[in-house]
């Protein structure tokens, strides 16, 4: 059997044709685009016209855009730029952020902030009421990602900013916020200016484009971390990967450019995976009430409740590192959870406990993401070695008992 990739929530394949022009960029188009001379001009020209690729694909303005070495950079540099200008305050963050974000609590924690945590309701929502209620005028950000990257719910940030934005105006204060949309661009329709999120961090690897390369919204400029000669408007100075910068824009434009066709195709792979899985004893969709969610949708977009590109999986009480390891053995590759967490024991299944209390389930999850390169074919291979393997596995999980 062919190896199945479904673990494009964690990155995506590069597109061979943008790895080929890469190498002649760097071959070629070598030189600083800080330089006055014709290379550094020739770099330079490659750097704006990307820029302005990518403000007009996202309707904003080019100076709103700052390139970084990926998403998690993305995402940190808005928020401890918040630790130049603040000396204390409340930080208000979901419960099941990107470790990207996750993380930072603990450093905002150690300089003397107070970090206060939203938890998603039993379908991986976060409700905006809920979000408003951890509000208080010493609260200075809030971080809410858009595509959870292990369950894929879809978080109604625009109605949270919302409820910000009145709390804000009856308390005469004004609270940064922050959205990882990483697992939302190119997959679903991003209006930034609508959000009203005040930064927006986006990355490369998880839309054919080649790691080390993240994007940066910023409504308007903040105080940088790091100095240097100034590139990226200051906020991010260092040389720019000129290659990656280009190769970010132009998959970016393939992906809108395909957005509709592709959608429709990961609909069609997630409503034949949903099939497959009512039909495998001992797996069920997490969280259990997805499949009605998405079947009464209206296939809007502003109504959607989860991305299809993203299904989490119960197999509980076989633990879901278990299974991945021997549907790995198979030549089928998905996940437990964020890639960015599966080696560190203590945030394995934190989204999952952020939704249960139930140990077994929390641990028992795998997921599944697929992308364009998919097919049904690769669906149903899974499914039917999954229902093989889960029969063993669930005996072997009783008799250790």
Request: proline share 5%.
């Amino acid at each position: 059997m062919k190896p199945i990739y479904l673990d494009w929530a964690a990155s995506s394949p590069m597109d061979p044709e943008l790895a080929s022009t890469m190498v002649e960029l760097y071959t070629h188009s070598y030189g600083n685009p800080s330089s006055s001379h014709s290379f550094g001009r020739t770099a330079k020209k490659i750097l704006r016209k990307t820029r302005e690729r990518c403000s007009f694909l996202l309707q904003v303005n080019p100076d709103q855009l700052i390139f970084t070495s990926g998403g998690t950079e993305a995402n940190t540099l808005p928020l401890l730029s918040l630790l130049r200008r603040s000396s204390g305050g409340e930080i208000v963050l979901s419960a099941f952020e990107h470790a990207a974000v996750y993380e930072l609590g603990s450093l905002f924690r150690e300089k003397g902030f107070q970090v206060k945590e939203v938890k998603p309701d039993t379908n991986g929502i976060i409700q905006p009421e809920e979000v408003r209620r951890q509000l208080s005028p010493a609260t200075i950000a809030v971080a809410v990602m858009l595509v959870n990257n292990e369950i894929g719910s879809i978080q109604p940030i625009r109605r949270i900013s919302q409820e910000m934005r009145k709390f804000e105006t009856d308390h005469s204060t004004r609270i940064h916020f922050h959205c990882d949309a990483v697992q939302a661009l190119g997959k679903i329709p991003v209006n930034l200016m609508s959000s009203g999120a005040d930064t927006m961090a986006f990355s490369g690897h998880k839309l054919c484009a080649p790691k080390g390369i993240g994007l940066l919204y910023s409504k308007n400029k903040f105080t940088p971390l790091a100095f240097g000669g100034g590139q990226e408007f200051g906020i991010r100075p260092g040389t720019e990967n000129i290659p990656a910068v280009w190769a970010f824009g132009e998959a970016l434009e393939k992906r809108y450019s395909h957005m509709e066709a592709e959608y429709a195709h990961a609909i069609k792979l997630r409503d034949r995976l949903f099939l497959q899985i009512e039909e495998i004893e001992g797996a069920e969709v997490f969280p259990q009430d997805r499949p009605r969610a998405d079947m009464l949708g209206s296939g809007k977009w502003s109504e959607l409740n989860y991305s299809p590109y993203i299904v989490a999986i119960n197999i509980s009480p076989v633990p879901g590192e278990i299974c991945a390891r021997v549907l790995n053995d198979r030549g089928i590759a998905v996940a437990t959870g964020s890639a960015c967490s599966s080696s560190r024991k203590k945030q394995r299944g934190r989204v999952a406990y952020s939704i249960t209390a139930d140990e077994q389930i929390a641990q028992g999850i795998i997921r599944v993401s697929f992308g364009p390169g998919n097919s049904e074919p690769d669906i149903d291979s899974f499914a039917h070695t999954l229902q093989q393997e889960l029969q063993l596995l669930r005996k072997t999980v009783r008799h250790s008992r």
